[in-house]
């Protein structure tokens, strides 16, 4: 079973920056990939940044070039750093896991708001 905890988010001027957090806890677990999705108010949620076990990422092309997706093997941790926000990135930001087995988990989230 994993347990994952988002922290970082919050309110924040357009053009700012924000460092999300997701850690990973829990037993007998091995995580593949790492995903960030985030869904805004009457919006399916959506993919963000994904990362493999081997540090490929992807991103979506709204955050191209803005965000970075990054993870920390050996302290199962995963990081999304946001720059130059606008407020269309506002939303609740969830991590999400799958193991090695195919199993995915989903943090509570954590609300991100981009205004002034």
């Known amino acids: 079973q994993v347990q994952l905890v988002e922290s970082g988010g919050g309110l924040v001027q357009p053009g700012g920056s924000l460092r999300l957090s997701c850690a990973a806890s829990g037993s007998g677990f091995s995580i593949d990939a790492m995903d960030w999705y985030r869904q805004a108010p009457g919006k399916q949620r959506e993919l963000v940044a994904h990362i493999t076990s081997a540090g490929s990422t992807h991103y979506a092309d709204s955050v191209k070039g803005r965000f970075t997706i990054s993870r920390d093997n050996a302290k199962n941790m995963m990081y999304l750093q946001m720059s130059s926000l606008k407020p269309e990135d506002t939303a609740v930001y969830y991590c999400?896991?799958?193991?090695?087995?195919?199993?995915?988990?989903w943090g509570q989230g954590t609300q991100v708001t981009v205004s002034s």
């Open positions: 999400n896991v799958k193991n090695i087995w195919g199993k995915v988990y």
